[in-house]
């Protein structure tokens, strides 16, 4: 995406004029009165942002010599010293307000002056799409952001603005593939009657002998039949020829 610096052809300069002071209620001979400090803030925005996904920004600060020198109160922290970094946010349903923070690489002890800060990175998260608008916002000193030892509260008006460009993104995560289950379908079981008809080998019939007589069942009697038939023709037989030789017998008397 492209990112405009310094936005909307304003003409404000990007020296903050911070007021800073220790917390109400605190007596510190290191601020006897609110000090009046410049800082040089430079917001540097994405090159691309996304809705719903995480913008970060770049926050650099350089304290001036045009004010009041910001020096350390009598509270401050012998270790782990931070700056807290807040910046205004408006557009593309931007948070109104965004903090990051920074450590202090070197010692500070009680009453000296700060010099440098620390570069500082900050995250946005816009909800949908179009242009955000960021200014700066206040400073904290100490070890936490909500029970600072210093802070140094912005101007309302004057701050120059930087904006970026928001793109299209996801509303939501992608839905995972639901994978598919396979009911197994049911084994059908079919029986089956097989009537069996004979053939012609297999049926009885009733034959006639060829070249005689139809007698009925004779020809499939089956072999006792037959040898009824066989044994009445070898007494026939045996009667004639006992017969025969008897009539001989008598004609030779």
Known sequence: MTVQAGGGGGTNDDVVAYVCDVPTGTTDTNYPTEAEVDIKVVLTPPTSASANADASITWTGTIQTTGDPLVAPAAWPTTGGKVFATIKATGAGAPATATGEG??????????????????????????TGTVSLTAGDLAFGTSATSPVLKCTAPTTG???????????????????????????????????????????????????KAGADTGAGGTMGPDGRMFILTGTVLVGAAAAGGLMMRRRSIKG
């Open 103 to 128: 450590s202090f690489t070197t010692t500070i002890t009680p009453g000296a002056d700060i010099t440098t800060l620390p570069s500082i990175t900050i995250k946005v998260k816009p909800t949908t």
């Open 159 to 209: 701050l120059k603005a930087y904006t970026f460009t928001v793109g299209n993104g996801s509303t939501s995560p992608s839905p995972s593939p639901t994978p598919t289950t396979t009911t197994p379908r049911p084994t059908t079981t079919r029986t089956s009657t097989v009537t069996i008809t004979p053939t012609s080998s297999t049926t009885r019939k009733s034959t006639t002998p």
